[in-house]
């Protein structure tokens, strides 16, 4: 089964503009780049940092 849920918010010029610049960020990062991320975070974990 596919269900489809259309859903319509009004957001405020701040919001508008904050959602815009975390959709620019998110496009700009690489792949290697979250790769690396999540080694670094993996390690701090086992080592118990997180």
């Known amino acids: 089964m596919l269900f489809k849920v259309m859903l319509m918010i009004t957001l405020s010029n ?29 390690k701090a974990e086992k080592r118990g940092r997180l």
């Open 14 to 42: 701040d919001e508008v503009a904050l959602l815009k610049a975390i959709l620019i960020a998110l496009r700009g990062i690489k792949t290697q780049d979250i790769d690396k991320a999540l080694v670094i975070l993996s």
